[in-house]
């Protein structure tokens, strides 16, 4: 067929009864076409609007994976869980804030590793725990920390801020605490009679709130597992705040018993039923609280104090103490004469009723608060467990029965 420029006729013949079927199928074909073009052209376009859009978040995508995912001991890639909802601070605004970690921002040093002072370019003045390579906390208690404090909000425990994974390097920020550790006060001589009775006592009743809540009020139900006077920060006003959560185990309803082969916590304050048989519970915090509240009324440690020669250690000398009706000369010398008498004496009594030996036998802290702001009738405590410095050498050589072993066991 020729090719023309001006517009021609051309005129087909066909038989009628098959232009008509061809036209109805021309139709219906025309109309699957039309539809079929157009699904397409839908489908084509969403796709490329779709890998747009994906290219387009990448980068920011990729950074938060990095930010979560890191390399830990034999470079397995570890994903760490509930940090969607934690602040990310990038290394290059902490190195900034602590001057590259200079010496004279740190203001502590603990298991986890050394803690500094920042201040951030707004001027606000934060504090830094940075895991050391030497520490023997890792991933774990760094995942514990992370995940047990990230969601709680209470006056009495410290605020988690955020958190910076960069490579090997895991480090945690926290609010700044004015006057640090609680045990930088009470076992400092000069220290020690800055704090008056008034202030102990308060300082007694805000960590009994804070267990409380951990325990009780909580969405996740904490054991904290390590409380002692280095893990209560104070504020500016001398506000107690439980931190470092590393060793804490969370529970569900009343399942408040469990079991483990790798015992940790401190010496002086690890219960006997967790020390020995790798039992531990709420039960275990109770005691922790009970040694701690008799070393906030006399400003001395559990472990290594002495009496007058006796093989004592503060449990056994507060015991002592209460059963010949003399526990008020246990108190410090420097409050003794400005103390209420009545508040001390419940305080000490509260404190021999959480130190028992057998679990069952010590109250809950609900009990433990009540007690504390009423002026009902206390039962009488039994002896304490661990009263004496040979209690505890003798620990390494029960450690092995129900093939417990005792591990991370700190000095204090």
Same mark, same amino acid.
């Given at each position: 067929?020729?090719?023309?420029?001006?517009?021609?006729?051309?005129?087909?013949?066909?038989?009628?009864?098959?232009?008509?079927?061809?036209?109805?199928?021309?139709?219906?074909?025309?109309?699957?076409?039309?539809?079929?073009?157009?699904?397409?052209?839908?489908?084509?376009?969403?796709?490329?609007?779709?890998?747009?859009?994906?290219?387009?978040?990448?980068?920011?995508?990729?950074?938060?994976?990095?930010?979560?995912?890191?390399?830990?001991?034999?470079?397995?890639?570890?994903?760490?869980? +509930?940090?969607?909802?934690?602040?990310?601070?990038?290394?290059?605004?902490?190195?900034?804030?602590?001057?590259?970690?200079?010496?004279?921002?740190?203001?502590?040093?603990?298991?986890?590793?050394?803690?500094?002072?920042?201040?951030?370019?707004?001027?606000?003045?934060?504090?830094?725990?940075?895991?050391?390579? @030497?520490?023997?906390?890792?991933?774990?208690?760094?995942? +514990?920390?992370?995940?047990?404090?990230?969601?709680?909000?209470?006056?009495?425990?410290?605020?988690?801020?955020?958190?910076?994974?960069?490579?090997?390097?895991?480090?945690?920020?926290?609010?700044?605490?004015?006057?640090?550790?609680?045990?930088?006060?009470?076992?400092?001589?000069?220290?020690?009679?800055?704090?008056?009775?008034?202030?102990?006592?308060?300082?007694?009743?805000?960590?009994?709130?804070?267990?409380?809540?951990?325990?009780?009020?909580?969405?996740?139900?904490?054991?904290?597992?390590?409380?002692?006077?280095?893990?209560?920060?104070?504020?500016?006003?001398?506000?107690?705040?439980?931190?470092?959560?590393?060793?804490?185990?969370?529970?569900?309803?009343?399942?408040?018993?469990?079991?483990?082969?790798?015992?940790?916590? @401190?010496?002086?304050?690890?219960?006997?039923?967790?020390?020995?048989?790798?039992?531990?519970? @709420?039960?275990?915090?109770?005691?922790?609280?009970?040694?701690?509240?008799?070393?906030?009324?006399?400003?001395?440690?559990?472990?290594?104090?002495?009496?007058?020669?006796?093989?004592?250690?503060?449990?056994?000398?507060?015991?002592?103490?209460?059963?010949?009706?003399?526990?008020?000369?246990?108190?410090?010398?420097?409050?003794?004469?400005?103390?209420?008498?009545?508040?001390?004496?419940?305080?000490?009594?509260?404190?021999?009723?959480?130190?028992?030996?057998?679990?069952?036998?010590?109250? @809950?802290?609900?009990?433990?608060?009540?007690?504390?702001?009423?002026?009902?009738?206390?039962?009488?405590?039994?002896?304490?467990?661990?009263?004496?410095?040979?209690?505890?050498?003798?620990?390494?050589?029960?450690?092995?029965?129900?093939?417990?072993?005792?591990?991370?066991?700190?000095?204090?």
């Amino acid at each position: 067929m020729g090719e023309h420029d001006d517009p021609q006729e051309l005129y087909i013949r066909l038989a009628t009864s098959k232009l008509a079927g061809q036209s109805s199928f021309d139709r219906k074909h025309g109309v699957l076409t039309i539809v079929l073009c157009v699904s397409s052209a839908a489908l084509l376009l969403c796709a490329v609007v779709y890998v747009y859009r994906k290219k387009k978040k990448m980068p920011h995508k990729k950074r938060r994976e990095d930010a979560h995912t890191f390399n830990y001991e034999d470079d397995t890639s570890v994903q760490m869980e +509930n940090l969607d909802e934690l602040p990310f601070f990038s290394q290059h605004k902490i190195v900034k804030a602590t001057n590259n970690f200079s010496s004279d921002y740190k203001i502590g040093e603990g298991g986890f590793g050394p803690v500094y002072k920042g201040v951030l370019e707004d001027g606000q003045v934060i504090a830094i725990k940075r895991l050391s390579e @030497t520490s023997e906390q890792g991933l774990d208690e760094f995942r +514990n920390e992370v995940i047990c404090i990230a969601k709680l909000q209470h006056r009495n425990l410290v605020k988690l801020l955020g958190y910076c994974i960069h490579g090997k390097e895991k480090i945690l920020i926290y609010e700044y605490m004015d006057n640090k550790s609680l045990d930088t006060y009470l076992f400092d001589e000069t220290r020690s009679s800055m704090l008056d009775w008034r202030q102990r006592f308060g300082i007694i009743h805000g960590i009994a709130r804070g267990i409380l809540y951990l325990h009780q009020d909580s969405c996740l139900q904490i054991i904290h597992r390590d409380l002692k006077a280095g893990n209560v920060l104070l504020d500016s006003e001398m506000n107690p705040k439980i931190s470092d959560f590393g060793l804490a185990r969370r529970f569900v309803g009343q399942d408040t018993m469990d079991k483990t082969k790798k015992v940790v916590g @401190t010496y002086g304050y690890i219960s006997p039923e967790y020390a020995v048989h790798g039992r531990f519970s @709420t039960k275990s915090d109770v005691f922790s609280f009970g040694v701690l509240m008799l070393e906030i009324v006399s400003g001395k440690k559990n472990r290594g104090f002495s009496h007058e020669g006796q093989s004592d250690n503060l449990l056994g000398h507060s015991w002592r103490l209460y059963i010949e009706d003399n526990s008020i000369e246990l108190v410090n010398a420097s409050i003794r004469k400005l103390c209420v008498i009545s508040e001390v004496l419940r305080s000490i009594h509260v404190a021999l009723l959480c130190v028992q030996h057998h679990a069952e036998d010590r109250p @809950t802290m609900l009990s433990v608060v009540l007690m504390l702001t009423s002026n009902g009738v206390l039962p009488p405590p039994k002896e304490p467990a661990f009263w004496s410095e040979e209690s505890y050498r003798q620990l390494g050589s029960v450690s092995s029965m129900d093939e417990c072993m005792l591990t991370l066991l700190y000095a204090t």
